[in-house]
């Protein structure tokens, strides 16, 4: 069923928003095995905020599959949002797991 505009914007932004929720949570994770935070006791300054570029980057990817989301949900907005609850599931257990594990 073809879904009109608004809905079809609806899903594309819910979709990006958990896609984003899923990569912060996986480059999270990556970086912090490969790039560990330094101590903030000696830490005096740094040009690089890791929090930041991590949710710019985010974000980006999370736009990007919005946009996407939102096209294959202008064909098909049943599929797109019978799918969504088991992704926004994933979101909230990757998301879980790196708070508690690798924060």
Request: proline share 6%.
């Amino acid at each position: 069923m073809r879904a009109t505009a608004p809905v079809a914007l609806a899903l594309g932004v819910a979709w990006g928003a958990s896609i984003a929720v899923v990569a912060y949570g996986v480059v999270r994770t990556i970086q912090f095995f490969l790039y560990p935070d330094p101590n903030p006791a000696t830490l005096v300054w740094s040009a690089h905020a890791g929090f930041f570029w991590r949710c710019w980057t985010c974000a980006y990817g999370g736009a990007l599959a919005a946009f996407i989301a939102f096209v294959v949900a202008r064909r098909d907005a049943e599929r797109a949002a019978r799918s969504l609850l088991p992704a926004v599931a994933v979101a909230a257990a990757v998301l879980a797991a790196q708070v508690a594990i690798f924060p």
